[in-house]
């Protein structure tokens, strides 16, 4: 692809998700949640994020014409609508309970809470990604649903502070963008991109959708570029991170390291 062809690919992504967002913020008490502040936004930016990423039916579509269907990420495509799907349905109808424990505590109760159907979700995108271009091996396949799956709850645990979800999103895919640019990610980069403004100067959240949308990408991309050996440290850096999530929180680590904590500060409305 030309130089004018990955310009397009991100101003895609950024032209809608910015369009979007003025569409979907003003939404009704449902979709409103209480901030830090106690001020109530519309937690509707996630919605924004996932029509921008609208733009990647095109890219696929010409991935497909290219190297054929299976070769494409139409999987992954799928897989991020799952996850978005699943999102705003927490979003909108779910209840008290909290965090990865609080929700595998009530299915084992008999208890179903639409952050369990979230979760099951996301294990269902994991799945569709990996078997949609598998692995040689069972065991790799079974490493990349799991990081990929690890990496959407992880982001979940990433949005409680403004701006923290999209800038840990947007590190990433600077990163993996430096070291192989594809106009997936950059589609996906350029709608990440429109939304952090609003999500910083408090004027929206991302709400599960938008977060584990977020989460669910970052996995799946990281997952397509390693190889397979690799999938072994990638995953235990995963459970490592999920587990400081439910323990230790993502939060209090931050503050604790004075450049993560400069870094989540950075652009936020002050205290």
Do not use: Y
């Not at 996630?46 to 609208?54: F, H, I, N, P, T």
């Amino acid at each position: 692809m030309t130089v004018l062809g990955h310009v397009a690919a991100f101003g895609a992504g950024f032209v809608i998700a910015a369009l979007a967002w003025h569409l979907v913020r003003r939404v009704g008490p449902r979709w409103r949640k209480e901030n830090r502040r106690g001020r109530l936004l519309p937690a509707t930016l996630g919605w924004a994020l996932g029509m921008g990423l609208l733009a990647l039916v095109a890219v696929v579509w010409d991935q497909a014409d290219d190297i054929g269907v299976r070769g494409s990420q139409t999987g992954e495509l799928i897989g991020a609508a799952i996850v978005f799907a699943a999102g705003v349905v927490d979003d909108g109808f779910g209840g008290s309970v909290r965090g990865l424990r609080g929700h595998l505590r009530a299915l084992l109760s008999g208890h179903l809470t639409t952050g369990g159907v979230k979760l099951a979700a996301a294990v269902l995108a994991a799945t569709i990604t990996v078997a949609w271009t598998p692995r040689n091996h069972v065991w790799a396949n079974l490493l990349a649903l799991i990081a990929i799956a690890g990496c959407t709850n992880i982001w979940n645990g990433l949005d409680v502070g403004p701006g923290r979800a999209l800038k840990g999103f947007l590190v990433v895919a600077l990163v993996l963008l430096a070291v192989d640019l594809k106009p997936f990610l950059l589609v996906c980069t350029g709608a990440a991109t429109a939304t952090l403004i609003p999500d910083l100067r408090e004027r929206g959240m991302l709400g599960d959708s938008g977060a584990n949308l977020l989460g669910f990408l970052v996995g799946a991309e990281i997952v397509r570029r390693l190889p397979e050996v690799w999938l072994i440290p990638a995953v235990l850096i995963v459970i490592g991170l999920n587990v400081l999530a439910e323990t230790v929180t993502f939060s209090r680590t931050i503050e604790a390291i004075p450049p993560l904590r400069w870094f989540d500060r950075l652009g936020r409305l002050p205290e």
